[in-house]
């Protein structure tokens, strides 16, 4: 979880790191979800538009249209990027969660 702290914090200060993170993020959310046959909307497209992608805190109040702001913890991103980030993080850790039960 720390490591995923000190990526949070790069993703928020540098812009072009962003940028590049959603365009991985998405070119690896493709490739798991053909890969494992994961259904994204399955996910849930409501929460992990209210979810803040720092620290979890999913509140109705957090999605501004186009705009992300964390009414928790002061988090503003591009709610796309939000989202994004929030399905991208469930493919990983659920990616993770099935490895390691393969041993
Ligand atoms: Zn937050």
Do not use: H, P
């Amino acid at each position: 979880m720390e490591e995923l702290q000190k990526l949070n914090k790069r993703i928020s200060n540098d812009k072009s790191f962003r940028s590049w993170m959603l365009r991985r993020l998405e070119g690896y959310i493709e490739y798991r979800v053909r890969e494992r046959g994961i259904e994204v909307r399955y996910i849930g497209q409501k929460c992990t538009n209210q979810r803040c992608s720092r620290w979890g805190t999913t509140l109705k109040q957090n999605q501004k249209n186009q705009y992300f702001e964390c009414q928790d913890c002061g988090y503003e991103v591009d709610s796309n990027y939000n989202a994004a980030k929030n399905i991208g993080m469930e493919v990983i850790f659920s990616g993770q969660m099935s490895r390691s039960r393969d041993g």
